[in-house]
Nanobody, 121 residues
């Protein structure tokens, strides 16, 4: 499956951004979708994951209550709505697909190219 992330940009602290990730190549509804992020000098970390149907979602503690992951299987797209942004949310955000629910990068077999989110204080 090919993944194309978009929607990154610059936001002020307290602001919002919405990331999108469009999938192609395989049946989107068969895959668990996740978002990860990587800040400069840091390892890639889990942000959120959503089950194939969208009925189950899980979040990193650092974003719980501020970020919302969702998906539209008819459009083969997964979203990450980011509210109450903080400077520490600055990172390159990646979408990824996996055959089962997981929160670690090795479990995700397909990755998008990443989109940069910068939050200014």
């Amino acid at each position: 499956v090919q993944l194309q992330a978009s929607g990154g940009g610059v936001a002020q602290a307290g602001g919002s951004l919405r990331l999108s990730c469009a999938a192609s190549g395989r049946t989107f509804s068969l895959y668990v979708m996740g978002w990860f992020r990587q800040a400069p000098g840091k390892e890639r970390e889990f942000v959120a994951v959503i089950s194939e149907s969208g009925g189950r979602t899980y979040y990193a503690d650092s974003v719980k209550g501020r970020f919302t992951i969702s998906r539209e299987n008819a459009k083969s797209t997964v979203y990450l709505q980011m509210n109450s942004l903080k400077p520490e949310d600055t990172a390159v955000y990646y979408c990824a697909a996996a055959p089962f629910i997981a929160t670690t990068p090795p479990a995700f077999e397909w990755w998008g190219q990443g989109t940069l989110v910068t939050v200014s204080s």
